[in-house]
């Protein structure tokens, strides 16, 4: 037991470490997405080679990007003043390093914020009034540009060092054709919701640097192909019975076009032998990359197919196409006996016995009738929250409650206080934790309509009634 319960407890260590660095990554995607297309379009290898916006390439990659994750880290600690001063450390590891350093940044951007940190708790209620804003702005000047100068000197060399041997023991698993292999590790990894950390906080970081060199990198396409998610869900959709059949065809559209891959995690959960389906179809959708010399330019996020064809590398497109499609066709040939042996089972089950124990904790709780807020929490704020926080918006909406405000963000920035948060519900415990007396709703199955309904019933019957 004690065994069990240490294993359990590195986990979820793992699981907040693996949210942390893609918390740093996803905020800033977007400009990932814009530096891709400016790759794509106008290096000479491009759809449309011109020299002049090419330029723009190398200081991207090189100074923008690094800074905003060091500022995304430092925020994460300390707020805005965090985020300044681990946007300034950032620039220790940046300058002359000749490697893209995001992982420089994603080590030196919290040592800022957490440095500031420290110093803003020991000076509190020290400083004597008047000389706030000098000592605030000259403090954050001081630690900011020793950390800079130690960044210089001592860890941008070990992170050179380090990105090197990654990059070789990448290089060794590519020549060797062992890159499949990967799927063993990867797909059972998604499915314990740790998809962003392993693309954001690994793979992407050594595909970035790959890009520098050779102008693709096969390494974006090992986590974020939806074939292994889509095999999964069409046997479900053909062969399953109950709420599991009928949630699958949207469940499908969701992963599939939008790129939300935890839509297809749950179905996977109920049936945990269906992770060999997840590995096959993995592994064969790297092994068509691979053989078709597929790549990306940047990290095609969220993993929809709209984005892997839009930062797929010139000649890479059809190939690309080709490796989901094989991918979903290996995953649903596994999937489908397992599915169809599960279905009777599968039709009785209830999925969101969450939302029986979340009515239990409403009847006991008052004021619920005066909820003004409502946080859809996810891992990184932005994914899964995104779909849930629209789709409950639209409920309340209906029934008349458009002055409940629903907000979506990461499960370690929800708002003290916060009286109602919905999230998945391998996240409920978290959630709870870090903020007691939240009433909080676990969702089994983020497109299972009669969960979201119960809900907002029991907050218009709560609003009734108050």
């Known amino acids: 037991m004690a065994n069990a319960n240490q294993g359990m407890t590195a986990r979820v260590h793992i699981q907040r470490f693996g949210r942390f660095m893609s918390g740093m990554i996803m905020p800033n995607l977007g400009a990932f997405i814009a530096w891709g297309i400016i790759t794509t379009l106008f290096i000479p290898a491009g759809w449309l080679p011109n020299e002049k916006f090419a330029t723009l390439v190398g200081p991207m990659i090189t100074y923008l990007l690094p800074i905003l994750i060091g500022y995304t880290g430092g925020k994460l600690v300390w707020g805005v003043r965090g985020g300044v001063v681990g946007a300034i450390v950032t620039m220790g590891v940046v300058v002359g390093a000749g490697v893209p350093m995001f992982i420089g940044a994603m080590l030196v951007g919290p040592l800022?914020?957490?440095?500031?940190?420290?110093?803003?708790?020991?000076?509190?209620?020290?400083?004597?009034?008047?000389?706030?804003?000098?000592?605030?702005?000259?403090?954050?000047?001081?630690?900011?540009?020793?950390?800079?100068?130690?960044?210089?000197?001592?860890?941008?060399?070990v992170v050179v060092a380090l990105m090197s041997v990654l990059q070789h023991a990448v290089g060794w698993i590519v020549e060797r054709r062992l890159l499949p292999f990967a799927s063993i590790l990867i797909e059972p990894g998604k499915i314990l919701f740790l998809n962003n950390a392993i693309n954001h906080g690994v793979l992407s970081p050594l595909g970035v640097a790959e890009v520098t060199e050779k102008g693709k990198s096969i390494l974006f396409l090992l986590e974020t192909n939806p074939g292994p998610g889509l095999g999964i869900l069409l046997a479900y959709w053909l062969f399953s019975k109950g709420s599991a059949?009928?949630?699958?065809?949207?469940?499908?559209?969701?992963?599939?076009?939008?790129?939300?891959?935890?839509?297809?995690?749950?179905?996977?959960?109920?049936?945990?032998?269906?992770?060999?389906?997840?590995?096959?179809?993995?592994?064969?959708?790297?092994?068509?990359?691979?053989?078709?010399?597929?790549?990306?330019?940047?990290?095609?996020?969220?993993?929809?197919?709209?984005?892997?064809?839009?930062?797929?590398?010139?000649?890479?497109?059809?190939?690309?196409?080709?490796?989901?499609?094989?991918?979903?066709?290996?995953?649903?040939?596994?999937?489908?006996?397992?599915?169809?042996?599960?279905?009777?089972?599968?039709?009785?089950?209830?999925?969101?016995?969450?939302?029986?124990?979340?009515?239990?904790?409403?009847?006991?709780?008052?004021?619920?009738?005066?909820?003004?807020?409502?946080?859809?929490?996810?891992?990184?704020?932005?994914?899964?929250?995104?779909?849930?926080?629209?789709?409950?918006?639209?409920?309340?909406?209906?029934?008349?409650?458009?002055?409940?405000?629903?907000?979506?963000r990461s499960v370690d920035d929800i708002p003290r206080g916060t009286s109602v948060a919905i999230c998945q519900k391998n996240l409920v415990d978290r959630v709870k934790a870090s903020n007691p007396g939240t009433l909080v709703f676990g969702i089994s199955n983020l497109v299972n309509a009669s969960e979201y309904q119960g809900i907002v019933d029991e907050l218009a019957a709560a609003r009734k009634d108050a």
């Open 112 to 157: 800022g914020g957490w440095a500031i940190k420290k110093f803003d708790q020991a000076t509190e209620g020290k400083v004597p009034a008047g000389f706030e804003m000098l000592v605030s702005l000259f403090s954050a000047g001081i630690v900011g540009g020793a950390l800079t100068l130690l960044a210089l000197v001592a860890i941008q060399p």
């Open 245 to 408: 059949k009928a949630t699958a065809p949207t469940a499908i559209v969701v992963h599939f076009f939008g790129g939300i891959h935890e839509m297809y995690f749950p179905f996977v959960l109920m049936q945990p032998l269906l992770v060999l389906a997840a590995i096959a179809g993995g592994a064969t959708g790297i092994t068509v990359n691979m053989l078709l010399g597929a790549g990306e330019v940047a990290a095609p996020a969220p993993g929809s197919i709209f984005a892997l064809l839009a930062v797929a590398a010139r000649g890479s497109t059809l190939p690309v196409l080709l490796s989901v499609v094989a991918a979903a066709a290996v995953s649903f040939l596994v999937a489908a006996p397992l599915v169809k042996r599960a279905a009777s089972r599968m039709a009785d089950e209830d999925v969101s016995d969450s939302l029986e124990d979340a009515k239990a904790s409403v009847k006991g709780m008052k004021n619920l009738g005066s909820v003004e807020t409502i946080v859809f929490a996810c891992d990184a704020g932005m994914g899964t929250s995104a779909m849930g926080a629209t789709r409950l918006k639209k409920l309340l909406a209906e029934k008349g409650m458009t002055d409940i405000k629903v907000e979506h």
